[in-house]
């Protein structure tokens, strides 16, 4: 599976960005996906995550209630819709795919086999 992540940019504070990443290569309907973010000098974070039919999602606390991940399995498409962003959201955003036929989300780096080079987000105060 390869992905490609678009959408990054620069905002303001409380402003909204729509990320994406396009999947291809293999059956994107068969891949639990996800959303990682890595700040500078930091570890990489989980962010979101969708099981392989959207009907299962989970979220880090410090995105809760302002970001959704969602995706469309004919298009090969994920999302991630980022309402009021804040200044501590700023970094390298990446999408990760693992295959697995359970309605599952991983929170962990290692969960997950295929990655993205990032889109990167920035937040002006």
């Known amino acids: 599976l390869q992905v490609v992540e678009s959408g990054g940019g620069l905002v303001q504070a409380g402003g909204s960005l729509r990320l994406s990443c396009a999947a291809s290569?293999?059956?994107?309907?068969?891949?639990?996906m996800a959303w990682f973010r890595r700040a500078p000098g930091k570890e990489r974070d989980f962010v979101a995550g969708?099981?392989?039919?959207?009907?299962?999602?989970d979220y880090a606390d410090s995105v809760k209630g302002r970001f959704t991940v969602s995706r469309e399995n004919a298009q090969n498409k994920l999302y991630l819709q980022m309402n009021s962003l804040k200044p501590e959201d700023p970094a390298l955003y990446c999408c990760?795919?693992?295959?697995?036929?359970?309605?599952?989300?991983?929170?962990?780096?290692?969960?997950?086999?295929?990655w993205g080079q990032g889109t990167q987000v920035t937040v002006s105060s």
């Open positions: 990760a795919g693992i295959e697995v036929g359970l309605e599952l989300v991983g929170k962990f780096t290692n969960s997950y086999e295929y």
């Open positions: 969708i099981s392989w039919s959207g009907e299962t999602t």
């Open positions: 290569g293999r059956t994107f309907g068969h891949y639990a």
